[in-house]
């Protein structure tokens, strides 16, 4: 990749990033702590991501309350030499309630985003954060703030880079304006299922009210100014490799048997077909699959060694939007 500083040892991050979301047990509340069957679950995920080359992990401060960091923390602690072999990336900014407010809401404040970090490294175990993500975007930020708070981070070497999540590229040029260290990640729900990605392009100067929300330009943004896009949710929820179906619509069906039968054609699994999809894009997405199902992360190793054409690619595209190009 080598879009992004390289960790203290000199390793660029592989294609896939492994995203440690389900890690921690299945409470999201800090009422229940996990077991050791999460723990043994926790090892053999973060085994079978390594086992097909992931080297990089995306957690966030809110994964299971802090549960799926410090459950990762176990997994390092007992691996001694892996910290120093990864790249590993964490986010703050969403704020779950706490004595101050019963409801969730979005905290880009400098004090804030300094305690966040300190919880985040203390439960990760470990000194540094290759990468900080910003979450989802506080409707109150102050950039200059911010700014101070990723300027404390840099100098005192617990975060080497600094990226976000969720973003427009008004919100990043706000926040960047401000910044004196370059914004090197943004991580954006993109999978075939969510394709408003792609269709944003196909909209311009046709019906802008279609737009299904994805910011117009983004991906645009993020390739002139070397930001590295991030897939999350690149397996659509499994919603196209065997999950049981709750969207029961035609279009989805015959989505799943087209991937399906691409993986066939291909010698490869159906969860190969859906990240080669993505990374067949020329902005060099890097997907961020989440399944803690060891078998599900095995079935994910094709994706890099498989290319579509790019009437494969087309083909797919135009049967999950259930319509033909305009
Ligand atoms: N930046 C953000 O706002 C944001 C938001 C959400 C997620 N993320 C990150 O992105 C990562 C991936 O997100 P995601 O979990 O939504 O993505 P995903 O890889 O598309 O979906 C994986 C989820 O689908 C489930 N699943 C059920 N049946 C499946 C099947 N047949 N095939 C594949 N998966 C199946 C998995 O369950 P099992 O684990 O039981 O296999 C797992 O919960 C997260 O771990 C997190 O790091 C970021």
């Not at 960790?7 to 077991?35: E, F, H, P, Q």
């Not at 723990?39 to 992931?54: D, N, R, W």
């Not at 290759?130 to 840099?154: N, S, T, Y």
Request: hydrophobic share 40%.
């Amino acid at each position: 990749m080598g879009k992004f500083p390289l960790n203290d040892s000199g390793i660029s991050a592989s294609r896939l990033v492994y995203g440690c979301m389900g890690l921690g047990g299945s409470d999201w509340s800090n009422k229940t702590a996990y077991t050791p069957e999460d723990v043994k679950q926790a090892h053999e995920a973060v085994e079978a991501a390594l086992s097909i080359g992931i080297n990089m992990f995306d957690h966030a401060n809110i994964y299971k309350s802090g549960k799926a960091e410090q459950i990762f923390g176990e997994v390092l602690k007992e691996r001694k030499d892996l910290r120093d072999r990864i790249i590993l990336q964490s986010k703050c900014g969403i704020r779950f309630a706490d004595d101050l407010a019963p409801f969730t809401r979005f905290d880009f404040s400098k004090d804030y985003i300094l305690d966040c970090v300190d919880g985040i490294l203390s439960r990760l175990g470990t000194d540094y954060l290759d990468i900080l993500l910003l979450h989802r975007p506080d409707a109150l930020v102050e950039p200059e703030e911010v700014a101070e708070a990723f300027h404390h981070l840099k100098a005192s070497g617990k975060v080497k880079s600094f990226g976000v999540s969720n973003m427009s590229a008004g919100q990043i040029r706000l926040l960047q304006s401000c910044l004196d260290v370059p914004i090197v990640v943004n991580q954006l729900e993109m999978s075939l299922y969510r394709h408003n990605w792609v269709d944003v392009g196909i909209n311009v100067n046709r019906d802008p009210a279609a737009n299904d929300i994805f910011p117009e330009g983004t991906l645009e943004f993020c390739r002139l100014e070397n930001i590295q896009i991030q897939a999350w949710g690149p397996l659509a929820q499994g919603i196209y490799t065997g999950r049981p179906l709750t969207d029961q619509s035609e279009t989805v069906r015959a989505t799943a048997q087209k991937v399906q039968a691409y993986a066939e054609q291909k010698g490869t699994t159906a969860e190969s077909i859906l990240l080669a999809w993505l990374m067949r894009h020329p902005a060099g997405i890097q997907p961020v699959i989440g399944t803690k199902t060891p078998e599900r992360i095995l079935a994910c190793k094709d994706a890099e060694r498989i290319t579509l054409t790019r009437e494969e690619w087309y083909d797919l595209w135009i049967t999950a939007r259930g319509a033909v190009m305009p």
